[in-house]
Every structure is written in C-alpha cells, then in structure tokens.
C-alpha cells in the first residue's frame, strides 16, 4: 500500500472522532445552556405563566390551551432527528428578538397588559433559538413556536369586537330558522323575542368559545392528516364558519325547545347538553370537510 494512501487514511481515522467530538461538545453545550435559559425563564415568568395557567382554567373560552403546549411539545418531540442533524450556528441577530421580548415584557407589567406580557415569551424564545442555534434551527421550530400562539387569551378589547358581532349574527341566523317550524319570532339585536318568553343571545352565547376550541383543533387535526400548508389553512378557514352556524343551529334548538316543550328545561339542562352534543357535531362536519377537499384532490388529479 502506498505510503499516501496510509497516511490519508491514519488523518481520516483520527479526524472523524475528532469531528465527532468536537459535534458532541457542541450539544452538550447547546443543552447545559439550555437548560440554564430555562431556569432563567422559569424565574422570570413564574408569575406570568401562573397567571395564564389559572385563566386556562378558571375561564372556559379558553380551557383549550392546556393542550396547546403538549401539541407543541410532541412537535418539537416529531423533530427530534431533524434538529440533531441541524448544525449549531448561533445567530447574534437572535440578541434583537431577544431585547424586543423582555421589553414587550417590560410595556405588559407596568402597562397591566397580560396579552403582551404573555406573548413577550414567545419573542423571547424565538430570540433564543436563534441566537444559540441559528437560522436553521428556528425554521425547523417556527411551527411549534407559532402554534404557542394559540394558548395565549385574545385581549378583551378585541374579544369584545368579534363577540357583540357573533351575538347579532347568531341571533339573526336563529330567528330566521325558526319561522320555518311555525315558531313566530321578533328579532331586538341580540334578543329574540317568542311567544312564550325572551330568548337572549348572551355573550356566553355568541359561539366565541366554540370557535376558539374548533380553530385550535382544526389546526391540531390539519397537521395530522394534511400534509400540505395551504390545505391545512383551508381547514382552518372552514372552520370558521362551521362554528358560526352550529351556534346558530344551537340557538334555534334551544328556540325550539322554548316553543314545543317547557322554557325551564330549555335554558337549563337541554343549554347546556346541547354545547357538547353542537361542538361534536361541528367535529364532525371539519373531518367531512376534510374528506370533501380529498375527494376533489383526488378526482382533480384523476381527471
């Protein structure tokens, strides 16, 4: 064997375990760093997380963002392969995202905004996955970053905007269903006046915790079963409206009810059951949308 050849061979079996090495250190260095960020975070964001986890459960609009951190979790989890292949070439542009996060932080405690306060965490942590990973690390977390969003209260200043909005639309879609089965009605905004009684479209009513819960899941359901990104904001979209009739459809039984059979039954356990039972169905509907986007996919692509 030539001599060349040894010694080309004698640096190629010293350099991989080098390599090899030095690619270790650099995990483990990525990991201990890590985990002294999180202690960090954990240490600066107890309050605000306590807070948010408290509304998760005492405000039931929002009851759903308990699964949001699992979902982004069991992403991250999905990737685990894909990020230990991704090089480690940290970004020192991740230092801006990083001091626009603590001073998004800084504006929502002494401006008493929890919304910005919350989402300061998510600027801060896309901060830092830059600024120790790099570019290519952040892309590949973008979606589980991005999909945080959804645990995060809408502010009440535009919660309030799009629920007086439902109510109206509700109430209006109810009443104008409920003709068409013999019940006479006379529509004031949001309540709807029956023979037998008041029927009014309160807040609560206005289908903005189902819509909130069905996006979610929609998005939730899209990564599982749609592989492309415009099919799975489709889905989002579709769920929209899906929602905004199943309210309706909820107010109407609920109208029916009043009508043909007792007023107190109505507003009481058939109100309530009827949320679980219109919600299931609203489920429902999403996947058969889904499965009519297949179809047309497939039939398209066969024609």
Same mark, same amino acid.
Request: glycine share 8%; proline share 5%.
């Given at each position: ?81 894909? =990020? &230990?292949?991704? $090089? !480690? ?8 995202? /990083?001091? +626009?996060? *603590? %001073? ?44 945080? =969003? &959804?645990?995060? $209260? !809408? ?8 629920? /007086?909005? +439902?109510? *109206? %639309? ?64 489709? %889905? ?68």
């Amino acid at each position: 064997m030539p001599a060349d050849s040894i010694s080309q061979k004698i640096v190629q079996e010293i350099e991989v375990p080098a390599l090899a090495a030095t690619r270790l250190g650099g995990r483990t260095r990525f990991a201990a760093g890590a985990f002294l960020v999180l202690v960090l975070l954990s240490a600066i964001y107890y309050r605000v997380i306590g807070k948010l986890v408290l509304d998760w459960w005492q405000i039931t609009d929002f009851s759903h963002g308990f699964l949001v951190p699992i979902f982004s979790g069991y992403l991250i989890w999905v990737k685990r392969k894909t =990020l &230990l292949r991704t $090089p !480690i070439a940290p970004a020192w542009s991740g230092i801006g995202l /990083v001091l +626009l996060g *603590l %001073l998004t932080l800084l504006l929502g405690i002494y401006g008493a905004e929890l919304f910005l306060s919350r989402i300061s965490l998510l600027f801060l942590l896309a901060g830092l996955v830059l600024w120790f990973g790099g570019w290519g690390f952040l892309k590949e977390l973008r979606f589980p970053l991005l999909v945080l =969003l &959804l645990a995060i $209260p !809408i502010p009440a200043i535009i919660l309030n905007q799009i629920t /007086v909005p +439902l109510q *109206l %639309l509700a109430s209006k879609l109810a009443s104008g269903l409920l003709p068409l089965f013999g019940v006479p009605v006379l529509r004031e905004g949001n309540v709807i006046v029956l023979p037998s009684m008041k029927l009014e479209v309160a807040e609560a009513c206005s289908g903005i915790r189902s819509l909130i819960s069905l996006i979610t899941l929609a998005v939730f359901c899209g990564y599982f079963v749609e592989k492309s990104s415009l099919r799975r904001l489709a %889905l989002v979209v579709a769920s929209i409206p899906i929602a905004i009739m199943a309210n309706a459809v909820r107010i109407f039984g609920t109208g029916l009810c009043v009508q043909y059979w007792d007023p107190d039954k109505a507003e009481g356990f058939f109100h309530e059951f009827s949320g679980w039972v219109i919600f299931l169905v609203s489920l429902g509907c999403l996947f058969a949308t889904h499965r009519l986007m297949t179809s047309m996919l497939l039939r398209r692509r066969s024609a």
